[in-house]
């Protein structure tokens, strides 16, 4: 079955101790983007992929880290943690840009940070 | 820099009347727009596109959106709705660098029986 998979699905941490999110695509998708959902603001992008060792700054970067270190995996770390980084975090992925494409999302992953 | 505006932040309906959901974009060239529904503690799926030619666009769950470039407009309707289609639904829009949407901020649809 084709599909984004994060893990984890809920984290409840405490600020400063560092984490990771994990996000996986079984699709070969060329594309990989974190999101990040908060009330009233619809998502907003973290950081984007467009392939291995390439990646970029979405909207809103600051405090996130990430890598694409294999086509499959686009992991998100939080290095230092804080309660602002309270959200619900989903993971996208999407075979090409512009016309011919379709972003397939994980099913999310809720962080608290106290 | 491109906006997606969605006025109606709840909007509530009674199962079997229909439904239209209001959705604005800024954007300086060809939109792509998408329309998705979140259910609760679900990721997002996608209902429909557009890309170009018919503006009258299909989707899954019985959904259509039509796109108006006059004004600005990617309205989501369904003639009849049920229970299930009790959800958050969200317009996007593509920038083409970085494969990026930008979203509205959701609409969330509530179905009285």
């Known amino acids: 079955e084709a599909q984004v998979t994060q893990n984890p699905r809920y984290l409840i941490t405490v600020t400063g101790k560092k984490l990771t999110v994990t996000c996986s695509q079984n699709?070969?998708?060329?594309?990989m983007s974190w999101y990040r959902q908060d009330p009233g603001l619809g998502l907003r992008q973290i950081y984007y992929s467009m392939n291995v060792e390439v990646t970029d700054k979405g909207d809103v970067p600051e405090g996130y880290k990430v890598s694409r270190k294999e086509k499959r995996n686009f992991p998100l770390i939080l290095e230092s943690p804080s309660p602002n980084q309270t959200s619900l975090y989903f993971c996208a992925s999407s075979p090409g840009a512009g016309m011919n494409t379709e972003a397939f999302f994980g099913q999310g992953t809720r962080l608290t940070v106290v | 820099a491109q906006s997606v505006t969605q006025p109606d932040i709840h909007i509530t309906v009674s199962e079997g009347a229909s439904l239209e959901l209001r959705c604005n974009y800024s954007?300086?060239?060809?939109?792509?727009l998408f329309w998705y529904v979140q259910s609760p503690g679900q990721g997002l799926q996608l209902l429909l596109k557009y890309f170009s030619g018919d503006t009258l666009v299909q989707g899954i769950k019985g959904f259509e959106a039509e796109f108006k470039r006059s004004q600005s407009s990617f309205n989501l309707r369904k003639p009849s709705v049920h229970w299930s289609d009790a959800a958050e639904y969200f317009c996007?829009?593509?920038?083409?660098?970085?494969?990026?949407?930008?979203f509205g901020g959701g609409t969330r649809v509530l179905v009285k029986p």
């Open positions: 699709m070969n998708h060329e594309y």
């Open positions: 996007a829009v593509l920038k083409a660098a970085g494969n990026k949407l930008t």
């Open positions: 954007y300086g060239a060809t939109p792509y």
